[in-house]
């Protein structure tokens, strides 16, 4: 069985996740509003109450890589002297 | 079959309420509720989702508790002065600092708050402004305007130390001294570092992490002229924030250099691992009291992001001891 549930849900802000939420599974947000989720009850019970959208790994992954171009292509642009102020964003690989 | 009373030696009380002060571990019988129960259950430390940031941005400044925090400044982009305020549930926009600017310092209380440093392109500015919990205003500026550095303390007695100066990617151990009207140059960090976190008053404090010649673990503590280097933190971050006492601090988030979820807890003595933030991310804000209460907000994952988190520490409570 897989380790993980993949999907995107929009944070709502206070009550998205509780404390007790994350004792109870694991929990990763990601960009572009994918989360990742223990493979189990509570977890995926946690994904449908927030009107989660179900993804394979594969499509997460392609969401979560396109925001990070995106933020990779913004910082391209900037000025040498700005580009000193952070590092290039590197891609994600979800576990 | 052995009993309760040959293991703990006392037999299970039967009582018609829970007891007004009991010891971790002591279990009793409720009569009135019909449970059997047992106190100090351990329940371990979380980070909770918080109401979101009005406006999404990194690169900002906190201050305040975790639930009277107040954030200011950072990157949209463009750079903003953007002020909102937390009241443990959501955040309200309020006035704007006066200049626009990211990477800056702060600290103080929610309604009185100090926003030092920073970068307005094309440079860095040791721009000064006081919160007053309702505006800010100019008051002395830094003897070396500077970016990516750390703060500390009350609006009348503040410290803050480290940052970036030209050229760009420069560190500097520069530390000055606020006493309510102006800056004072005093002792230096004992390694430059830059984009590090901070926490404590202007007497006894702390910096944490950041960068040097390379990302670092360091921290050093203030004792009110003097840093002296004390036990290094588990995970070397930069972009990382701060927040608590000397010797009871929060250190969350930061870029290591793959963005990161890591939270840790000083002690006084020793940096120990904490359960991780939900959302890697960098260049957020924190306001927090101590190592187990802080909030954390907005910051870069990697694009700027709204998103809060609330850290509670581990505490114990009272519990029904059921079979199932």
Do not use: C
């Amino acid at each position: 069985m897989a380790l993980f549930i993949y999907g995107t849900a929009t944070n709502t802000g206070k009550g998205f996740f509780t404390h007790a939420d994350r004792r109870n599974f694991y929990l990763s947000g990601q960009p572009a509003d994918v989360w990742v989720v223990g493979n189990n009850e509570k977890g995926a019970l946690w994904l449908a109450e927030k009107n989660g959208v179900e993804k394979t790994k594969t499509e997460a992954q392609a969401l979560v890589t396109a925001e990070v171009t995106a933020a990779q292509e913004a910082w391209d642009a900037l000025s040498d002297e700005q580009k000193t102020m952070r590092d290039r964003p590197s891609q994600i690989t979800l576990p | 079959m052995t009993t309760y009373p040959q293991i703990k030696g006392l037999r299970v009380k039967y009582l018609s309420a829970d007891p007004a002060t009991s010891e971790d571990g002591q279990v009793w019988y409720n009569s009135t509720t019909g449970n059997l129960r047992v106190d100090g259950m351990v329940l371990a430390a979380a980070w909770a989702s918080g109401g979101a940031l009005g406006t999404a941005r990194n690169s900002l400044a906190g201050a305040g508790t975790a639930t009277a925090a107040i954030g200011f400044g950072g990157y949209i982009p463009p750079n903003t002065g953007t002020t909102e305020e937390y009241n443990g549930t959501s955040w309200t926009e309020v006035s704007d600092l006066n200049t626009a600017r990211r990477e800056l310092a702060g600290f103080g209380t929610q309604s009185a708050a100090i926003a030092s440093g920073g970068y307005t392109s094309p440079s860095p500015i040791g721009i000064t402004e006081s919160w007053n919990g309702t505006s800010w205003s100019e008051v002395g500026d830094l003897n070396t305007g500077r970016f990516s550095l750390t703060g500390f303390g009350t609006s009348t007695a503040g410290l803050v130390f480290s940052g970036n100066t030209p050229p760009f990617d420069t560190a500097t151990a520069i530390t000055e001294s606020w006493n309510g009207s102006s800056w004072s140059e005093v002792g230096d960090l004992n390694t430059a570092v830059r984009s590090g976190a901070g926490s404590g008053t202007s007497t006894a404090g702390l910096s944490y992490g950041g960068i040097s010649t390379a990302i670092t673990t360091q921290t050093e503590s203030w004792n009110g002229s003097a840093w002296t280097v004390v036990n290094a933190m588990n995970t070397a971050r930069r972009g990382l924030s701060g927040s608590g006492t000397q010797t009871s601090t929060l250190a969350s988030g930061g870029i290591k250099p793959a963005l990161s979820n890591n939270t840790e807890q000083y002690n006084g003595t020793t940096w120990n691992t904490a359960p991780t933030l939900s959302t890697a991310r960098q260049l957020a804000g924190q306001g927090g009291s101590s190592s187990s209460s802080a909030t954390y907000f907005g910051g870069a994952a990697p694009s700027s992001t709204a998103v809060t988190e609330e850290f509670t520490g581990a505490s114990t409570q009272t519990k029904n001891i059921t079979t199932s």
